[in-house]
């Protein structure tokens, strides 16, 4: 049995998306002096590549960037097993920080928990905003993005699908449908 996919955004809308996303972050923040990207691993963090290059672009400085694997953060480890555990890079303190979470797509909202679990880790920041390509719906914690490329409603058993090339830049979001 075939799945079907409908295209979402191309390659040219997820680059005015994220340039969107740039432009409110700076907005909502003043410029981006205390500014921190961290992108949820895998996915979020070449999202967070992206959104950095952007806000170079804009503001003529480069934020301080990291990402975050949240294998060990899950709440549903036990029942999924053995998973790779991914590499968790900060290299600056966050104490302070207003760290900007990156994820391609929002969903139940427990991967942004186990993320936030994971900073707290790492230190105090000052605030925690999130910024995802795509916002599915369906929460089951109270979450909610301050920065949404795109917001697509779709049914719980459909994925949404967020394709990159070889270079880590996202070619294409798709919706599949069962």
């Known amino acids: 049995m075939s799945k079907a996919e409908t295209a979402i955004l191309d390659q040219a809308g997820i680059t ?4 969107r996303i740039a432009h409110e972050i700076l907005e909502h923040n003043k410029g981006c002096e205390n500014l921190a990207l961290i992108g949820i691993r895998s ?13 170079c ?7 301080p960037i990291g990402e975050v694997d949240i294998t060990m953060y899950r709440d549903d480890l036990a029942a999924r097993g053995n998973l790779p555990i991914g590499k968790t890079s900060i290299p600056f303190p966050l104490d302070g920080k207003d760290v900007v979470l990156v994820d391609d797509v929002l969903y139940t909202g427990r991967t ?3 993320a936030m679990d994971a ?3 790492f230190g105090r920041p000052s605030t925690i905003q999130l910024a995802v390509l795509i916002d599915r719906g369906h929460r089951e914690l109270p979450i909610r993005a301050d920065y949404v490329g795109r917001n ?8 949404i699908s967020v394709t ?3 270079d880590l830049s996202p070619l294409a979001v798709r919706l ?3």
């Open 16 to 19: 005015r998306a994220v340039t």
């Open 43 to 55: 996915g979020g963090d070449h999202l967070a590549s992206l959104l950095r290059t952007r806000i």
């Open 57 to 63: 672009d804009i503001e003529g400085v480069e934020v």
């Open 112 to 114: 942004i928990r186990s």
């Open 119 to 121: 900073l707290m880790d």
């Open 152 to 159: 697509v409603p779709t049914a719980a058993d459909e994925e």
């Open 164 to 166: 990159f090339n070889e």
């Open 176 to 178: 599949v449908k069962p």
